[in-house]
């Protein structure tokens, strides 16, 4: 249940003696709509929207409250890594439009999606909240397609893997800011492409410092890789 990884998360953060909570307006409960609630914000996202939730998608739905924000205490020079997440509500997510991703482009000139994208999960505000996690809306089955996008340097590119495995891949990364690098093909077109390479160098840097018991072997050798 992704409610597990989520806490398992959480308290990994909170006992981290090196891990400083950045925001006195943040909240770490998942809000406690009761069943009927979340059958009823079912309903109107198939009726308005025609996307069908499965009853273990409701699950998600709780998660529209949560909102964290961290930094790291370690000394490491000019090496500062912050992270965490602020999500957007399911139903704002697939039944609202957005001008919010109009000038962004999709690396792959090929294909664009910006008008269909629409924001489930962010960097919290003062570390970049431009960074998201998105829905490629289309009727059907949930969860559609999805992509991540730097809107701050104005790309997107479509992600090779769903929404359920990107919110385990959150929570696994503790939502450090840049984590999606490590799960995209780097590419020259990625514009302000140093900026993404300086967030992966301070990522390898930092995590194995900051988590010592977990393996960031992966991460290690992805940066190298690019």
Known sequence: MITEHYLKCLKELENNSNIE?????????????SEKMLQYTQED???????????????????????????????LSDLVLKGGFAFNGIT??????????????????????????RWFDRLPIGVDDSMRGCFIKEAGDFPPSIAFCNAGSDWYTK????????????FQNY??????????DIVKEIPCLDEVLDDMRIAVKTLPLLFPDKDWSYHQQRYEEV
């Open 45 to 75: 996202i198939f009726d308005m929207g025609a996307i069908q939730l499965n009853d273990k998608d409701l699950e998600y739905i709780k998660f529209a409250t949560v909102s964290i924000s961290w930094r790291s205490l370690l000394s």
């Open 159 to 170: 992600l090779d893997f769903d929404y359920y495995k990107y919110m385990e891949l959150l």
């Open 92 to 117: 704002d997510a697939l039944l609202f439009p957005t001008d919010y991703f109009d000038n962004v482009k999709n690396i792959d000139p090929n294909e664009d999606f910006s008008e269909k994208l």
């Open 175 to 184: 939502g450090f800011k840049g984590w999606q690098y490590f799960y995209i």
């Open 21 to 33: 909570f950045t925001d006195d307006r943040q909240k770490k409960e998942l809000a406690d709509f």
